[in-house]
């Protein structure tokens, strides 16, 4: 099985602040890497997908880069609609998502 | 724009059988390019993958749970189900229906539905 490891579990950031989330699989997925964006009481949304590609309609705020064992998910100016958790999930061998990170206002 | 829904009974008792189906609505579950997925979340916790299937019914399952689980597609009916068998405690979550992508992520999925494994 492939184990994906988020960092950090949860942060207290700013509007405005420059925030970045990383994961890191248990062995290579080269880019089959995603990022869901998740509110509370409502169903994940898929921010990105293979790494860095941004989802139709996502703002472009939103970015992802990587490959092989570790990615990051940066949110360039943070909004208010952005406190929210945030999942990767490898897409290389079955499915399966790391565990979560957790963004809330500092 | 494809939609899903989510349906089935919101509390299961112990060693019983969890079954939930997903409408379809929007698009078919014949397209050769999609899977259909489950995922659950328990309360307070993460997503967990359970698995999917294709419009032909070939399934994969995370190995933890495919001696209880089994996914079906009803074309006919433009939908797909999942059955867990044996039920605990454990099992009580949100249950989500999504639609893959191969390797491209779940990019559509439904709203969720609660399922409590209580006697």
């Known amino acids: 099985d492939i184990q994906m490891t988020q960092s950090p579990s949860s942060l207290s950031a700013s509007v405005g602040d420059r925030v970045t989330i990383t994961c890191r699989a248990s062995?290579?997925?080269?880019?089959?890497l995603s990022w869901y964006q998740q509110k509370p009481g409502r169903a994940p949304k898929l921010l990105i997908y293979?790494?860095?590609s941004l989802q139709s309609g996502v703002p472009s705020r939103f970015s992802g880069s990587g490959s092989g064992t570790e990615f990051t998910l940066t949110i360039s100016s943070l909004q208010p609609e952005d406190f929210a958790s945030y999942y990767c999930?490898?897409?290389?061998?079955?499915?399966?998502f790391g565990g979560g990170t957790k963004v809330e206002i500092k | 724009q494809v939609q899903l829904q989510e349906s089935g009974p919101g509390l299961v008792k112990p060693s019983e059988t969890l079954s939930l189906t997903c409408t379809v609505s929007?698009?078919?579950?014949?397209?050769?390019?999609?899977?259909w997925s489950w995922i659950r979340q328990p309360p307070g916790k993460g997503l967990e993958w359970i698995g999917y299937?294709?419009?032909?019914?070939?399934?994969k399952c995370i190995p933890s749970l495919k001696s209880r689980v089994t996914i079906s597609v009803d074309t006919s009916k433009n939908e797909f189900s999942l059955k867990v068998r044996s039920v605990t405690a454990a099992d009580t979550a949100i249950y989500y229906c999504?639609?893959?992508?191969?390797?491209?992520?779940?990019?559509?999925w439904g709203q969720g539905t609660t399922v409590t494994v209580s006697s």
């Open positions: 929007g698009g078919s579950v014949n397209s050769g390019s999609y899977y």
């Open positions: 999930q490898q897409t290389y061998r079955l499915l399966t």
């Open positions: 293979a790494a860095s």
């Open positions: 062995q290579s997925i080269i880019t089959y």
């Open positions: 999504a639609r893959y992508f191969f390797y491209d992520g779940l990019d559509v």
């Open positions: 299937i294709d419009n032909s019914g070939n399934t």
